[in-house]
């Protein structure tokens, strides 16, 4: 009887935990940035899109935060492009977008990438991603990971 009890207690412990893929999920996001006024407009060489995105100081050790509005281009093929509103002195705010694929829906991929310089005089390059295939998107938010 002892044995089943035992069973039954590494049983449940085992489905308490999270599944290994869900725990590589959260390891890899570090932080999320909402972004809102999303404005998805399809064309026939790509897709364009108009955003506002937010970053809260410290969403990564040493990071300013920031406050821009954006223009991502699926059109122009791995071109970030500057990010305009309240953005620290020392750092860059800029976007891109994808395009991927032929058929529909055809779904886009927004990057935002931070680069700033820590409080060890490091650059730091945080990316933030977004897949949608929605044309209606006024919210969403951007998960971040750290690239170097």
């Not at 809102?36 to 064309?43: E, F, I, Q």
Request: charged share 10%; glycine share 6%; aromatic share 10%.
């Amino acid at each position: 009887m002892r044995s089943y009890a035992l069973l039954i207690a590494f049983v449940a412990s085992v489905a308490a935990h999270p599944a290994a893929s869900e725990v590589e999920a959260r390891q890899a996001e570090l932080a999320s940035w909402p972004a809102v006024g999303g404005s998805l407009t399809r064309g026939t060489i790509g897709n364009s899109l108009r955003f506002s995105v937010f970053a809260p100081e410290n969403y990564v050790d040493g990071a300013p935060s920031f406050a821009a509005s954006c223009p991502a281009f699926s059109y122009i093929p791995n071109t970030y492009i500057a990010c305009k509103g309240f953005v620290d002195a020392n750092a860059t705010v800029e976007a891109t977008a994808a395009w991927n694929g032929n058929a529909p829906p055809q779904p886009t991929t927004v990057s935002v990438r931070h680069t700033f310089t820590n409080a060890a005089g490091e650059a730091v390059v945080a990316l933030g991603t977004y897949s949608t295939t929605n044309a209606n998107i006024d919210h969403f938010r951007l998960s971040v990971s750290i690239v170097n």
